[in-house]
């Protein structure tokens, strides 16, 4: 089992912070730290790498020498080694907020089907062990970590909410010498209508930040909502299916919200069928309707009005994979119109694959991606204006228009990620960019010395 390359960040008298994933990539987040001299040992997130096959090495890691994970959210990227982690003997506390612990078996029971074939007995005894060693914790509430070696002090861990997605947080760690050290995990962007902007912490002696899009901004929520729409009336105009690839947990449910807005304001006709398509992101989107509690105010407020975002009769769930294969089939043959979307977000697998196979050869089609493509992905080759790919061993020309919004962009960009540092006030003495690629780290490095 081949390990992934390590890169200590960080080592004096009180840390050592070595990163097995996640540290000039934008997957695979997996990052130790170990506290001295309590000799407490942590992993924050034990993510899969996503996109290039060759670095699907799993992280060789003691699981025993762990003392207890910490979870920032519930993404694949930054949970879904925990079952390897479990079997390498890993038996302390998984800590990480309530919606978080509903989500994470959701996807690592996908996962473990998915990429291993596990039966059903097998993967539900996997789950019940994650379930058992799961500890959450309320928001901007400090939880003791009990010290490894008696009479040593304590280190303290606190989340607070960072609007990536449903349940995401970052880490404040309060070390035995007073410092504070923070962890951003994935931080969402501002002024999205579903889920409340992160908050910058009070205090970062140490702060560790995401840099997805550390070169990049992104365009407004209001101009999102208005190229999508641009791009529905002009493909209704020319027939065909939109396809949009997106994830099961974040992305598709910000999309359903803005579709159920323009439904709502009559710009969209209603017998259009909106079909999600993704067992999985209707479990999710049944998820997030249950922890209503953490929706912004904006969203809080349609509830109010008797609205129902991510619930609207317009839309059309497709369950059985027969069910699934019958609607490729029909809109292959009849070109009609539709809005189509289902996972995987990178296109990476999922049912999106039987869509783009079927209708990318058709230019009638439209192929919006809302989301993160990263390198090596079909995705990222389709975004890229490839005009030949391969889908299941077999080449498929790219006939299609291809579009990008990057305001459904569930990170941050670089204002806001400037912002963040910004609010931090001392501010921190040491800023280490993580969980992005070199050219964007670059870039908001330079920027955040020379604001």
């Not at 996503?50 to 979870?71: M, P, S, T």
């Not at 509690?293 to 009769?313: C, G, I, V």
Request: proline share 6%; glycine share 8%; hydrophobic share 35%.
């Amino acid at each position: 089992m081949p390990n992934t390359s390590l890169k200590t960040s960080l080592n004096n008298e009180t840390l050592t912070v070595t990163h097995h994933g996640g540290y000039q990539t934008v997957t695979g987040s997996c990052h130790q730290v170990d506290i001295k001299p309590s000799g407490l040992r942590l992993l924050i997130d034990c993510g899969q790498y996503q996109g290039d096959e060759a670095r699907e090495a799993r992280v060789n890691l003691n699981g025993k020498r762990i003392d207890a994970l910490i979870l920032t959210h519930a993404h694949i990227d930054h949970c879904g080694l925990l079952p390897w982690l479990l079997a390498a003997g890993f038996n302390g506390p998984i800590y990480c907020t309530e919606a978080t612990a509903v989500l994470v078996p959701l996807l690592i029971d996908d996962t473990l089907k998915l990429q291993l074939n596990m039966n059903y007995g097998n993967r539900q005894q996997v789950l019940e062990r994650i379930r058992q060693l799961t500890v959450t914790l309320p928001y901007n509430s400090w939880h003791r970590l009990k010290p490894k070696q008696k009479g040593q002090p304590a280190t303290y861990l606190r989340l607070q909410p960072a609007g990536h997605i449903l349940g995401s947080a970052y880490v404040e760690l309060k070390l035995p010498d007073a410092q504070r050290v923070v962890f951003s995990g994935d931080l969402g962007p501002s002024n999205t209508p579903l889920l409340p902007d992160p908050t910058p912490p009070t205090r970062a002696d140490i702060l560790f930040l995401e840099s997805t899009y550390g070169d990049k901004t992104h365009e407004s929520v209001a101009t999102r909502a208005q190229r999508l729409d641009a791009i529905i009336q002009r493909s209704l105009e020319d027939g065909g299916a939109i396809l949009i690839p997106a994830f099961s947990v974040g992305r598709t449910q910000e999309l359903l919200f803005d579709i159920e807005q323009l439904i709502h304001q009559k710009q969209l006709d209603d017998a259009l069928p909106i079909i999600l398509d993704s067992p999985m992101a209707q479990k999710v989107t049944r998820h997030y309707r249950q922890f209503k509690k953490l929706w912004s105010k904006e969203a809080k407020t349609k509830l109010n009005q008797h609205r129902h975002p991510l619930a609207f009769e317009q839309c059309i769930t497709i369950d059985e994979h027969s069910q699934h294969m019958a609607l490729v089939n029909r809109l292959k043959q009849t070109g009609e119109p539709a809005i189509v979307v289902a996972a995987s977000g990178m296109c990476q697998g999922g049912r999106i694959m039987n869509y783009l196979a079927a209708l990318l050869e058709d230019k009638r089609t439209d192929v919006i991606f809302a989301g993160y493509q990263a390198q090596h992905t079909l995705g990222r080759g389709i975004q890229q204006g490839n005009k030949q790919v391969w889908i299941d061993n077999s080449q498929v020309t790219v006939n299609a228009q291809i579009h990008t919004i990057s305001g459904y962009s569930a990170h941050a960009d670089q204002n806001d990620l400037v912002k963040f540092v910004q609010g931090i006030q001392p501010p921190p003495k040491q800023i280490h960019l993580i969980h992005g690629e070199p050219h964007s780290q670059q870039a908001l490095g330079t920027l955040i010395r020379n604001p």
